[in-house]
């Protein structure tokens, strides 16, 4: 991976870090190391998602929109990577299912099957064109919200993104640290040395096999060329 790519996905996956943590979400970590297709993530403990509001879906559309918004402020529009594809697919899904399935917004309270591509491609033209017109009004006024914030929080955002391309990975405490301008370094080393204690633990207790952990949803940064199919959920972390 190339510097400018780590320099990109830090500042991509730091601009959805900080949108996690304006809308409360339960921030796990974030990391710039590759895993698979992804050059980095972003990790939220679980939530309920059979039971969110309509602000719940609102903050999950700008934090999936905030990727690109921050490389929009750092490096320019014309410098937005192919990363940020799959989170727009991802808003796009949200906002698709509200309007169409949910009954969120002023398109009113039809439900239809949105969430099949092929379901959705059946649906009427005009209530195609209907339901596009309501989302491209979401997704714009979320990235027009997310860019505004991010923009008033640059020299948060940039912090938490150098403070990503040093040590890589930063959990929800060295994240606020980071944001904030703390030593950041001195709660990376303290939690290294508490999970090498773990995993001595782990060795010693369940012969080298760790205990299950408590299931994430995650926002990765992904390869070029790999979008997103929608809202992904990672249970081996």
Not at 12 to 32: F, I, M, N, P, Q
Not at 61 to 87: H, L, N, Q, V, Y
Request: glycine letters at 6%.
């Amino acid at each position: 991976v190339s510097d400018q790519a780590k320099t990109n996905t830090a500042h991509h996956e730091a601009g959805h870090a900080l949108l996690a943590l304006r809308s409360d979400t339960s921030l796990y970590k974030a990391t710039v190391i590759p895993r698979g297709n992804a050059l980095g993530h972003v990790y939220m403990i679980g939530r309920d998602e059979h039971q969110q509001t309509r602000e719940e879906f609102l903050n999950s559309i700008d934090t999936a929109m905030a990727g690109r918004a921050a490389e929009s402020i750092i490096f320019g529009e014309d410098k937005i990577t192919s990363g940020a594809s799959s989170d727009l697919a991802k808003a796009t899904k949200l906002a698709r299912s509200m309007v169409a399935s949910l009954g969120m917004t002023t398109y009113g309270m039809q439900a239809s099957d949105v969430t099949n591509p092929q379901q959705y491609k059946m649906l009427a033209p005009e209530t195609r064109a209907a339901i596009d017109k309501e989302v491209d009004k979401i997704l714009a006024a979320s990235y027009d919200r997310t860019h505004k914030y991010l923009k008033a929080n640059e020299i948060s955002l940039r912090r938490l993104a150098e403070a990503m391309l040093e040590y890589q990975t930063l959990d929800s405490a060295e994240i606020k640290a980071a944001v904030n301008g703390q030593d950041v370094g001195v709660l990376v080393r303290k939690r290294l040395e508490e999970e090498e204690k773990m995993r001595e633990k782990e060795q010693q207790t369940y012969g080298g096999i760790p205990p299950f952990p408590p299931p994430i949803e995650f926002l990765p940064h992904p390869n070029m060329g790999t979008p997103a199919t929608g809202p992904a959920r990672n249970e081996k972390l």
